[in-house]
């Protein structure tokens, strides 16, 4: 009787690995159709950033080196740069802009956040006043700022009379060098405080309860819980948050150019971003308008490298 024959395995192929399985031509098909679409988002985001935003920030760049003479564009050296560093309006552009970030920053930083912690204290209508607070930025820019201009009225504005209401003295808010810069920052703050506030109530949501619970059996009040858990708690947006509404504030126009005209009284409103306009849409001088949103968009750029860096300091 013959002994039985046992099968032996067949050795892999060679070049391929045991074990390996060649794949399927409808598991390739798929693979690769969401490689394509994946790389088909991929390649048009990049197209509408280099449309949208990379090619104008190198346009600007190259425009700041010319001039247009006689209807031909020319190379015109530093002479762009030289301009307006000469212009007295620059300087006075610069003190207006740095004057109302600071401003803003003093209102429309702190005020979004005490109104979050506020939100954050009730317990029924939260979703209510979420949308009171977030109306204004629903609202049209140009709508906003005309209800404004009518509160600054000096004859019969709501301001002045609740002023008056007080017995104190009418003010000329938008017509006083004084008064001008303040009246936009306040009118600025009241359009654009319902996102940042938003934003902060979230964070406040995310920190636990015993946080508080555990500041309160030590003896803190309301300002020590908030000093010493709400704010490093909320650390990360906050340091976000300063950094996005500085970069924001530096770029300011609608609302001095609508409630003001601009420049207002004694050019007391006229921003770097103003200027730039008038340079482009007044004066046709695109060279220099380019030069100066070079000029500005290098100190933002400088201005961000440090705070990241500084912050990050802070964390190590």
Same mark, same amino acid.
Request: hydrophobic share 50%; net charge neutral; charged share 15%.
């Given at each position: 009787?013959?002994? !039985?024959?046992?099968?032996?395995?067949?050795?892999?192929?060679?070049?391929?690995?045991?074990?390996?399985?060649?794949?399927?031509?409808?598991?390739?098909?798929?693979? #690769?159709?969401?490689? /394509?679409?994946?790389?088909?988002?991929?390649?048009?985001?990049?197209?509408?950033?280099?449309?949208?935003?990379?090619?104008?920030?190198?346009?600007?760049?190259?425009?700041?080196?010319?001039?247009?003479?006689?209807?031909?564009?020319?190379?015109?050296?530093?002479?762009? %740069?030289?301009?307006?560093?000469?212009?007295?309006?620059?300087?006075?552009?610069?003190?207006?802009?740095?004057?109302?970030?600071?401003?803003? #920053?003093?209102?429309?930083?702190?005020?979004?956040?005490?109104?979050? %912690?506020?939100?954050?204290?009730?317990?029924?209508?939260?979703?209510?006043?979420?949308?009171?607070?977030?109306?204004?930025?629903?609202?049209?820019?140009?709508?906003?700022?005309?209800?404004?201009?009518?509160?600054?009225?000096?004859?019969?504005?709501?301001?002045?009379?609740?002023?008056?209401?007080? *017995?104190?003295?009418?003010?000329?808010?938008?017509?006083?060098?004084?008064?001008?810069? /303040?009246?936009?920052?306040?009118?600025?703050?009241?359009?654009?405080?319902?996102?940042?506030?938003?934003?902060?109530?979230?964070?406040?949501?995310?920190?636990? *309860?015993?946080?508080?619970?555990?500041?309160?059996?030590?003896?803190?009040?309301?300002?020590?819980?908030?000093?010493?858990?709400?704010? !490093?708690?909320?650390?990360?947006?906050?340091?976000?948050?300063?950094?996005?509404?500085?970069?924001?504030?530096?770029?300011?126009?609608?609302? !001095?150019? #609508?409630?003001?005209?601009?420049?207002? !009284?004694?050019?007391?409103? #006229?921003?770097?971003?103003?200027?730039?306009?008038?340079?482009?849409?007044?004066?046709?001088?695109?060279?220099?308008?380019?030069?100066?949103?070079?000029?500005?968009?290098?100190?933002?750029?400088?201005?961000?490298?440090?705070?990241?860096?500084?912050?990050?300091?802070?964390?190590?």
């Amino acid at each position: 009787m013959a002994a !039985p024959t046992m099968s032996r395995p067949a050795a892999p192929s060679a070049g391929r690995p045991a074990g390996h399985r060649r794949p399927r031509r409808g598991e390739f098909a798929r693979a #690769l159709r969401r490689n /394509l679409t994946a790389h088909g988002f991929l390649i048009g985001a990049v197209l509408c950033f280099s449309l949208f935003s990379w090619y104008p920030m190198v346009r600007e760049f190259i425009l700041a080196f010319q001039k247009n003479e006689d209807g031909e564009t020319v190379w015109a050296g530093w002479s762009n %740069i030289s301009y307006i560093f000469n212009d007295p309006a620059f300087w006075d552009a610069w003190r207006n802009t740095f004057l109302f970030t600071g401003l803003a #920053l003093l209102l429309g930083f702190a005020v979004p956040f005490a109104v979050a %912690i506020v939100l954050n204290e009730f317990r029924h209508g939260r979703a209510y006043l979420r949308i009171l607070v977030y109306l204004p930025v629903m609202l049209p820019p140009v709508a906003s700022v005309l209800l404004f201009k009518y509160f600054y009225d000096p004859g019969h504005g709501l301001f002045n009379r609740v002023l008056e209401a007080f *017995g104190l003295p009418a003010q000329d808010w938008l017509q006083s060098s004084d008064t001008a810069m /303040l009246s936009v920052v306040i009118a600025a703050t009241w359009m654009n405080m319902g996102a940042a506030t938003l934003i902060y109530l979230a964070a406040l949501q995310g920190i636990p *309860g015993e946080l508080y619970e555990a500041a309160e059996l030590d003896g803190a009040g309301l300002f020590r819980k908030i000093w010493h858990v709400t704010i !490093p708690q909320t650390r990360l947006i906050l340091s976000l948050m300063l950094l996005m509404q500085i970069i924001a504030t530096m770029q300011v126009f609608v609302e !001095p150019f #609508l409630l003001t005209g601009g420049a207002g !009284p004694e050019n007391s409103t #006229l921003t770097v971003v103003q200027l730039i306009y008038q340079y482009a849409f007044t004066f046709n001088n695109y060279g220099s308008a380019a030069a100066l949103g070079v000029v500005l968009m290098l100190v933002l750029a400088v201005f961000s490298a440090v705070y990241v860096r500084l912050d990050r300091g802070s964390e190590d």
